[in-house]
Structure formats: structure tokens, C-alpha cells
């Protein structure tokens, strides 16, 4: 094969790569596996932040029931003593029991409030769980589906890539590096082939005289317009 048509196939199938790596990269599928990936990890945090809540509420129940345990017995013992003590102990008795009422009054009306704070965190970890479940799931839906789109498009860079690495081993080292210096300086679209006297990409026809150069340059020369590298076959492409 020609110098010039291993040019052209071998910017086909750069071409194809770029074109088909895009499309993996903007799928659809992808896009949404990404967006719902994100969003268990958020749910995630959000699920450690509540049962770190909970933990909390929890503990301040149990230091409650220890405080009621606690202070029950001082109640007890308080009036344990009542039997021995004269009237002026009696009236200190009264006022400490008073206290210790009125303490357990708080401690009730604190375990209330953390007992409903407490389902409430519950109830929150509940939804929180049942999201993620279904979220996972959803995500594993997903990623079958993004693999099955996939597939077909990282078959297609695959064969690709070995058809490329197969026509560039066909080149000696100098002319494989004047093909990657014009598509790199041409953003992938540096060679083009000549159709009668007009280039196929620049699409500036060539006057008779540059025509002449040209054909005179041999197979692979230079568009006297654009630059680029241009191809004459002797059966143009159409």
C-alpha cells in the first residue's frame, strides 16, 4: 500500500477513535451512573451524620436513666431517714426531697423530649437506608445497561486502535512523524487528497501551475493553500 493511502486510513482511523472515545465519554447511561453515584455518596455521609445523632441522643438517654437511677436512691435513702430525725431535721427533709422531686420532674421531662428526638433520628435512618437500598439498586441496573451500551463502542476503539497500530507499523519512522506532525498541527484533519484540482478538505482550487508542482512532487507533497499534506492518488476518493 501507498504512502499517501496508508496517510489517509491511518487519519480514518484516528478519526473513528476520537469520534467513538467521545461518544463512550458523553453516553448517556454513563452520565447518569455518574449523577447517581454522587448521590449515594451523598446519602452515605448524610446516613453517618444521623447515626452519629442518634448515638448521641442515645447516650444522653442512658446518662438520664443513670440520673433517675441515681438520684430514686437518694429518694429512698432521704426517706429512710425520716423516722429518726426531729422537726427541725424533718423541715431539711422535706426541702431536700422538695430538690430531689423537682429533679426528677426534669429528668422525666428530658427523657420525653429525647425519647421523641429519638424516633424521630430513627425514623430519618429508616427513609435514609430505604433510599440507599434503592438508589444501589438502581445503580446496578445502570451500570449493566452503561456496560451493554458500551460494549459495542469499546469493540469498535479496540479493533480500531490494532487496524492503526497495524497501518502505522507499515511506515518507516520518518514518514509516520511528518503524518503525526500534520494531524497534531491540524487538530486530526492534516492530510487531504486531491479530486481533479481541488484539495478535499481545504477545497481551494489549484491554478494549472500549482496543479503542475504538485504532480511533479510526487504522491505526498504540501497543499500550496493550507499547509497540509496532500495526497495524489491515481484514482481520486469521491
Given at each position: 500500500m501507498s504512502i499517501g493511502q496508508t496517510y489517509l486510513d491511518l487519519q480514518e482511523l484516528d478519526l473513528a477513535i476520537s469520534r467513538d472515545s467521545k461518544r463512550l465519554a458523553d453516553l448517556p447511561e454513563l452520565h447518569e451512573l455518574a449523577l447517581r453515584r454522587r448521590a449515594l455518596a451523598k446519602l452515605r455521609s448524610d446516613a453517618l451524620k444521623r447515626i452519629a445523632e442518634r448515638k448521641d441522643i442515645e447516650t444522653d438517654l442512658s446518662d438520664l436513666a443513670q440520673?433517675?437511677?441515681?438520684t430514686e436512691a437518694a429518694v429512698t435513702r432521704a426517706q429512710a431517714q425520716a423516722p429518726t430525725l426531729d422537726h427541725r431535721d424533718i423541715q431539711d427533709l422535706e426541702i431536700?426531697?422538695?430538690?430531689?422531686?423537682?429533679?426528677?420532674?426534669?429528668?422525666?421531662?428530658?427523657?420525653?423530649?429525647?425519647?421523641?428526638?429519638?424516633?424521630?433520628?430513627?425514623?430519618r435512618e429508616r427513609?435514609?437506608?430505604?433510599?440507599?437500598?434503592?438508589?444501589?439498586?438502581?445503580?446496578?441496573?445502570?451500570?449493566?445497561?452503561?456496560?451493554?451500551?458500551?460494549g459495542a463502542l469499546k469493540e469498535a476503539i479496540h479493533q480500531a486502535q490494532n487496524e492503526r497500530q497495524a497501518?502505522?507499523?507499515?511506515?518507516?519512522?520518518?514518514?509516520?512523524?511528518?503524518y503525526e506532525r500534520a494531524v497534531q498541527q491540524f487538530s486530526g484533519?492534516?492530510?487531504?487528497?486531491?479530486?481533479?484540482?481541488?484539495?478535499?478538505?481545504?477545497?481551494?482550487?489549484?491554478?494549472?501551475?500549482s496543479l503542475a508542482d504538485v504532480q511533479r512532487a510526487g504522491e505526498v507533497s504540501q497543499c500550496p493553500y493550507c499547509r497540509r499534506l496532500l495526497v495524489c492518488l491515481q484514482e481520486p476518493q469521491s
Open positions: 440520673e433517675r437511677k441515681n431536700r426531697l422538695a430538690t430531689l422531686a423537682k429533679q426528677l420532674d426534669r429528668i422525666d421531662f428530658e427523657s420525653h423530649s429525647h425519647e421523641e428526638a429519638l424516633m424521630r433520628a430513627q425514623e427513609k435514609l437506608a430505604q433510599q440507599i437500598a434503592s438508589l444501589e439498586a438502581a445503580i446496578k441496573t445502570g451500570a449493566a445497561a452503561a456496560r451493554e451500551s458500551a497501518r502505522a507499523s507499515t511506515l518507516d519512522e520518518a514518514a509516520l512523524a511528518q484533519l492534516g492530510v487531504e487528497y486531491l479530486e481533479k484540482n481541488t484539495p478535499s478538505i481545504c477545497r481551494t482550487a489549484l491554478s494549472a501551475a
